[in-house]
C-alpha cells in the first residue's frame, strides 16, 4: 500500500514580504504612540490659578468655559511657601477673559473626572498671558461632602437627645429601633 505523502512548498516571497510590511508599520505606529503621548500641541496663552485642594485634576485635564474644552491643563505644582497647588493652564487665544474671572475645579460627574471650570467676570480689562486667576475654588471630594453630611446628622440628633434629657424625657431611639 503506496501512501502519499503531501509535498512541503516552499513559502511565497511575496507572502513573507507583506507580512513584514504589516509588522513594520504596526512597530511604527506604535512607536509613534509612545513619543506624541508626552507632547500636547499647545494652543493659546497660558494662564495660572492657586487652589487649597485639585483632588483628581491632573495634566492634561480640560479647561471649560460655559461647557466648551477651550484649553488643558499643561502643569501642576505646590508652591512651598503656602502650601497650594498652583495650575498652569491653556486658554485658546480667540477667548479673551476679564480679570475678576473665576477658576473653579468641578467633577464631569459623581465618578467622572475633573476639569477647571471658568467664570468670566464682569471688568473691562482683560487677562493677559501668564497672569494668575486669584478667585479661585478648589474641588470638593465627595467623602468630605459624605463626611459633613453624616456630621451634621448625627450632631443634630446628639443635640436633640440632649435636649430631651435636660427636659428629663427619654432619649430618642433611633429610627430603625422602633416597633
Do not use: W
Not at 513594520?24 to 508626552?38: M, Q, R, T
Not at 499647545?42 to 477651550?70: K, N, P
Request: hydrophobic share 40%; proline share 6%.
Amino acid at each position: 500500500m503506496v501512501t502519499a505523502v503531501p509535498v512541503r512548498r516552499g513559502r511565497n516571497p511575496a507572502e513573507l514580504a507583506a507580512g513584514c510590511a504589516v509588522l513594520a508599520v504596526l512597530g511604527g505606529l506604535l512607536a509613534f504612540a509612545v513619543i506624541d503621548k508626552g507632547h500636547r500641541q499647545e494652543s493659546g496663552y497660558r494662564l495660572a490659578a492657586s487652589f487649597a485642594h485639585i483632588d483628581g485634576l491632573s495634566v492634561g485635564s480640560d479647561v471649560r468655559l460655559a461647557g466648551v474644552t477651550v484649553g488643558q491643563v499643561v502643569d501642576e505644582q505646590v508652591d512651598p511657601a503656602s502650601f497650594k497647588a498652583h495650575v498652569t493652564f491653556t486658554v485658546r487665544p480667540d477667548i479673551r477673559l476679564p480679570t475678576d474671572s473665576a477658576a473653579i475645579i468641578t467633577s464631569d460627574s459623581l465618578l467622572g473626572g475633573k476639569y477647571v471650570a471658568l467664570s468670566p467676570g464682569g471688568n473691562d480689562a482683560m487677562l493677559h498671558p501668564g497672569a494668575t486667576l486669584t478667585d479661585t475654588q478648589g474641588s470638593i471630594s465627595l467623602e468630605q461632602l459624605l463626611s459633613r453630611f453624616i456630621f451634621s446628622v448625627t450632631d443634630s440628633m446628639t443635640r436633640a437627645n440632649q435636649q430631651r434629657a435636660n427636659q428629663g424625657q427619654a432619649p430618642a431611639a433611633p429610627a430603625g429601633d422602633q416597633p
